[in-house]
Structures are given as structure tokens and as C-alpha cells.
């Protein structure tokens, strides 16, 4: 079982920052970070493979959100950018233990984090 410590989300207003943070237990995983608007389907928003050369922006945030990662502190972060009311979700980091580049199927991830709210005011 692998254990992931979210933190960063918080209230702030539309055009402004954040960045989310995941620290991941044990070896070095493929991840990615879904989030859940309220009333609506999980959805990728971005993901990174096990060596940090491959990864995926959903249209929606494309520009705007960096996904990066410190294997050295097993950690991936989520710099969010330019957040707009849109954004408003729940955020979950999870892991894909059995793929060295993941993909948006939130099925063949295997360990979640608890998730942290990020809310948008406009």
C-alpha cells in the first residue's frame, strides 16, 4: 500500500496561483492528479511518467496547470496558474504502481490520495 500526503489547496480568487503537492511512500511511481467538481465525474487533469519525460494535460488546463516531480523526495507537484472559477474541485494525487507512464483512466491507478479543495472565487 502506497501512501500519499497531499497538501496546497486552499480559497483564493480567479488569476491566482497555487501549486498542490504530493509526497508518495516507498519507490518511485507514474501519477497523476485528478480532481472532482462538485456534482460531477472524476476527471485527469494531468499526469507524469516514472522518469518525468512523458506527460498529459487535459485541454482545460493546458497552459495554464505544470505538472512536475522531485524523485529524489518521491514528491509531484501541481502548479496551477491563472486559476479560474472552473477549477473548483476536490484534487487527488493517486499512483499507478504497474505503468511506467500512466494514463487518464482513473481505473489503473491503484493508491489515492485523501484529496485537497481548491476553491476559485470569481
Known amino acids: 500500500q502506497v501512501q500519499l500526503v497531499e497538501s496546497g489547496g486552499g480559497l483564493v480568487q480567479a488569476g491566482d496561483s497555487l501549486r498542490l503537492s504530493c509526497a508518495a511512500s516507498g519507490r518511485t511511481f507514474a501519477m497523476g492528479w485528478f480532481r472532482q467538481p462538485p456534482g460531477k465525474e472524476r476527471e485527469c487533469v494531468t499526469f507524469?511518467?516514472?522518469?518525468?519525460?512523458?506527460?498529459y494535460y487535459a485541454d482545460s488546463v493546458k497552459g495554464r496547470f505544470t505538472i512536475s516531480r522531485d524523485n529524489a523526495k518521491n514528491t509531484v507537484y501541481l502548479q496551477m496558474d491563472s486559476l479560474k472559477p472552473e477549477d473548483t474541485a476536490v484534487y487527488y494525487c493517486?499512483?499507478?504502481?504497474?505503468?511506467?507512464?500512466?494514463?487518464?483512466?482513473?481505473?489503473?491507478?491503484?493508491?489515492w490520495g485523501q484529496g485537497t479543495q481548491v476553491t476559485v472565487s470569481s
Open positions: 493517486a499512483v499507478d504502481t504497474a505503468r511506467a507512464i500512466p494514463t487518464t483512466n482513473f481505473a489503473n491507478y491503484d493508491n
Open positions: 507524469i511518467s516514472r522518469s518525468g519525460a512523458t506527460t
